[in-house]
């Protein structure tokens, strides 16, 4: 997983394919069964909880949309490429147990929603990217985007686009928000998906030194509060929609994502455990979601 920019997709294939000896596999699964029995409790005791970002600030800098841009962009379809990132997502989509993630082909339905959440919350510097790459544009914006100071820009923020640019998303999935371009890059068709990328903009937006909180992502275990932040923003923004469908798909696949970073910040504290540990909070989270809307 790319710690520079802000992930909700799961999959960690240098931890899932660490193989321990037999022994230590028995002691891993010891503690994974202890892990999946308190990150259950701990998920469904308020940690994640509807809890809106509340705005004092928005620092995105004007026209950082020139006037007549889009500021939602669809790549065109290009079969072939799609059909790869559909296959590569194939463990995104059973981690989080929805086929729409790493789908490569976003619904009207999902960009009008993500399009409502970003005008509601005065989101409208914010570019987003369906399943498109840009990495031209997504430079440009970096130069511009005045709201993360140059020293962070161009230390952290290129390393990011950098990434984006060699490893494009549009094959290899990694639905994030890219803090030092201000852009959203989707590749799922899952609304809730969409929303919480959209609140880590909210987030972002909302901060007084967007580059240090970006700086901060980099120290493990330090993610842990950004993700609770931008789930817990979703959360309220869901309930507030009235639409139960939506509210359920919500923690159904927003609780795992998050799973998926607590096994990350368990694995960082207990390596030798780390793949049970990843796997067992990706269940915890199924299973505290499920508990709280069947
Ligand atoms: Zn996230």
């Excluded at 660490?18 to 999946?36: E, F, G, H, I, N």
């Excluded at 984006?164 to 890059?185: K, M, S």
């Excluded at 919480?196 to 509060?225: C, Q």
Aim: proline letters at 8%; a positive charge.
């Amino acid at each position: 997983m790319n710690q520079t920019s802000y992930h909700l997709n799961p999959t960690s294939p240098e931890r899932l394919g660490q193989s321990p000896s037999v022994k230590a596999k028995l002691r891993c699964d010891r503690w994974a069964l202890l892990a999946c029995v308190l990150l259950t409790q701990f998920l469904g005791c308020g940690v994640l909880r509807p809890a809106p970002i509340v705005r004092q600030r928005n620092n995105l800098p004007p026209n950082l949309i020139a006037d007549g841009e889009p500021m939602i962009e669809r790549g065109q379809k290009r079969p072939i490429i799609d059909a790869f990132g559909w296959v590569w997502g194939i463990p995104s989509k059973i981690l989080l147990w929805n086929r729409h993630v790493e789908s490569h082909s976003i619904s009207q339905n999902t960009e009008l929603l993500i399009q409502d959440y970003l005008i509601e919350n005065d989101l409208t510097e914010v570019k987003v990217r369906l399943n498109q790459y840009r990495p031209l544009d997504d430079w440009r914006r970096l130069t511009r985007n005045k709201s993360v100071a140059w020293p962070w820009r161009y230390t952290f923020g290129a390393v990011a686009t950098l990434g984006e640019t060699v490893i494009p998303g549009r094959l290899f999935g990694g639905d994030h928000y890219n803090p030092y371009t201000a852009t959203i890059h989707l590749y799922s068709d899952v609304p809730a998906i969409a929303y919480h990328e959209g609140a880590h903009a909210k987030d972002f937006s909302n901060r007084e030194y967007p580059g240090t909180y970006a700086a901060l992502y980099m120290i493990p275990v330090v993610p842990l509060w950004h993700e609770r932040t931008a789930t817990n923003d979703v959360l309220a923004y869901v309930r507030d929609s009235n639409n139960p469908a939506l509210q359920r798909e919500a923690a159904h696949v927003l609780y795992p994502a998050y799973g998926t970073y607590v096994g990350n910040a368990a694995g960082t504290l207990l390596p030798t455990a780390s793949t049970p540990l990843y796997l067992a909070s990706v269940i915890a989270g199924h299973v505290a979601a499920r508990r709280e809307i069947p």
